[in-house]
């Protein structure tokens, strides 16, 4: 197990900061891909990040996490492409939800800490 919990000091909020990175770059690929659903043979971009964030939390190391962008396999239309509007858009809203639960999860962590140097009257 690493000794290094990451930036934050701690594994738990190392692995949300990693989990925003994930999720960012998770938002980023559906953008890209509702932007191109109407050109001809563009392939959709997947990406992931959740089995790897899991690894390196298990190895005590967040900040290990790697983001892997892939190109869909999925069936294209007649153009060549194989953007799936639908799915990018629950694709985009279950990740705008996990993001801001961890920005949440963060300033929660901020909070404490705040009041932990400051005193109850920081929060």
């Not at 990451?6 to 770059?25: E, P």
């Not at 790897?52 to 069936?75: E, F, H, K, R, Y």
């Amino acid at each position: 197990m690493s000794a290094s919990p990451g930036m934050f000091g701690d594994i738990a909020a190392s692995a949300a900061y990693q989990a925003l990175q994930g999720l960012w770059a998770q938002q980023q690929a559906v953008a890209n891909n509702v932007a191109n659903v109407n050109t001809p043979g563009y392939k959709a971009q997947q990406v992931s990040f959740e089995p790897s964030l899991a690894a390196a939390i298990s190895n005590g190391d967040p900040a290990a996490m790697q983001v892997s962008t892939t190109t869909s396999t999925a069936p294209a239309d007649q153009t060549g492409n194989n953007v799936n509007l639908t799915s990018q858009i629950v694709t985009e809203q279950k990740a705008a939800m996990q993001y801001q639960t961890m920005v949440d999860a963060l300033n929660a962590k901020f909070q404490l800490l705040s009041v932990a140097i400051m005193g109850p009257s920081a929060g």
